[in-house]
């Protein structure tokens, strides 16, 4: 398992996120655990990584899109 910095087009702050590769023949698969249904693939591991990179930025956008007119917060975790 590899921690991914992940950076939202809304915001300045920096997120961490685990991510999860699969090496197969074609190259790598990468899903995040913590965000249902989000997978990338890339022919390298470096591919793959910056795919997922994406995939997250989208995947928070879709989210921000969701909940846009409802009365939303933010909690802060300590890990």
Known sequence: MDSLRAYTN????TMTYKVVLHRSEEGYSIHCPGLPGCWS???TEEEALANIREAIREYLAAVDDLVRGEEVREVEVAA
């Open 10 to 13: 809304q915001r300045t702050k």
């Open 41 to 43: 693939q890339g022919r």
